[in-house]
């Protein structure tokens, strides 16, 4: 199979998707367990999508200096501070742990 094969199978099967979400009654979409639901995935796959990209290196788990600075913006966040104070700070103590030689 060549890349553009997988890319227009995936194409076709995200269309696929999206327009299957449009068959759906609205009543169905409106009731509060499905719009709680679509509310708590949302957070979980971005959790999962966070966790993924500050621990996995290949196929392995590497703890690095990505963690404590992953946890500072997460600190950051919880005490409402702005996005890019947060990003500052988190990529600050990265830096600063990788110029004390932990880098993993």
């Given at each position: 199979?060549?890349?553009w094969t997988i890319v227009l199978i995936a194409s076709a099967l995200s269309f696929a998707t999206k327009f299957t979400g449009y068959l759906v009654p609205a009543r169905l979409l409106e009731h509060p367990t499905a719009t709680r639901v679509a509310n708590l995935l949302t957070v979980a796959?971005?959790?999962a999508l966070v966790a993924v990209q500050s621990l996995a290196v290949g196929s392995a788990i590497e703890v690095d200096a990505r963690i404590p600075?992953?946890?500072v913006a997460a600190v950051l966040?919880?005490?409402r501070a702005p996005f890019i104070v947060a990003?500052?700070?988190a990529g600050a103590v990265?830096?600063?742990l990788r110029?004390?030689?932990w880098a993993g």
């Open positions: 199979m060549t890349m796959m971005l959790a600075a992953v946890m966040f919880a005490i990003v500052i700070a990265a830096a600063l110029l004390l030689g």
